[in-house]
């Protein structure tokens, strides 16, 4: 959905309009719980808002101008370890030998995957150093997102959790995109804009609404790292559909999956 986003769209058209429908579609739920809030549950919701959605809504539209579907598929299963890392550092968790092994071999499946050169049409080497680094900042902010969900959020429920976090950085996204991008423009006059707008609408209320609320569930009657484990799944899925749509993995490329997915698994087994 983002790779067809950008067919017209620019990353921060995609990443703005992806909130705004998400936003949107969960407003009739949030208005009404936000009577209910105090002050210090505003301030997390909108850090919930921010690093859970707003941000990684940008950030993964920007890393696939230059990176595949597939591959930012999989640098998304280092989630789980960054939700280890974090915990411990901010949230007092510990690290266990076993988390540590696995960090270290997730960690050499990335550079395995950054210092292989993608074929064609997926961009140079040279992109890949950068781009991929988009996706692990946003790895690092679903990390933090759980962990504030886990141990910040004991009443609040998931649904609550998620429309109103949404509804908390709404305004921010209605404002850039309608005064600080061509996004209207695009969508009144440029060829396939109605169903690149289609494809982020999908995106937004099925890819970011409904499935946060899903994932909150688990992050509320489980831990974050055994929720961000949907993470090795995503991969799979994503590897699949850019596979159906002409991309290109080379030898390596299998390697440096294996090896990540490997890694989040070794450091969460249990």
């Known amino acids: 959905m983002i790779k067809r986003g950008l067919e017209v769209f620019s990353p921060g058209e995609v990443g703005a ?20 809030l105090n002050k210090k549950q505003v301030k997390n919701l909108i850090i919930v808002g921010l690093v859970g959605s707003f941000i990684p809504a940008f950030l993964f539209a920007k890393a696939q101008t230059q990176l ?14 960054f939700v280890v ?17 696995g960090l270290l071999i997730a960690f050499v499946g990335v550079v ?32 933090l997102n759980l962990n504030i969900i886990k141990y910040k959020f004991v009443a609040l429920k998931p ?3 998620t429309a109103i976090s949404l509804s908390m950085v709404l305004p921010a996204a209605l404002i850039y995109l309608f005064a600080f991008t061509r996004f209207s423009f695009k ?15 999908i995106l937004g209320i099925v890819g970011t609404a409904i499935a946060l609320i899903l994932f909150n569930i688990m992050v509320k009657v489980a831990t974050p790292v055994f929720a ?3 993470t090795y799944l ?3 899925v994503a590897i699949m559909w850019g596979l159906l749509d002409g991309e290109v993995l080379l030898a390596g490329h299998y390697l440096g999956i294996i090896a990540v997915i490997f890694g989040v698994w070794v450091g969460n087994r249990k």
């Open 17 to 36: 309009f992806r909130i705004v429908a998400a936003g949107m579609f969960l407003l009739p739920l949030s208005l009404p719980r936000l009577k209910q």
């Open 68 to 81: 595949s579907s597939s591959l930012t598929g999989v640098f998304n299963a280092m989630t789980p370890l």
């Open 85 to 101: 890392v974090i915990g411990a550092i901010f949230f007092n968790s510990t690290i266990t030998k076993r988390n540590a092994i």
């Open 112 to 143: 395995i995957l950054l210092t292989v050169k993608e074929g064609a049409g997926l961009g140079s080497f040279y992109d890949i150093n950068a781009y991929a680094f988009f996706v692990l900042l946003a790895c690092a902010c679903y990390g």
């Open 159 to 161: 649904v609550a959790i």
């Open 187 to 201: 969508v009144l006059h440029v060829e396939g804009a109605p169903m690149a707008t289609l494809y982020i609408a």
């Open 228 to 230: 961000s484990s949907v």
């Open 234 to 236: 995503i991969p799979i």
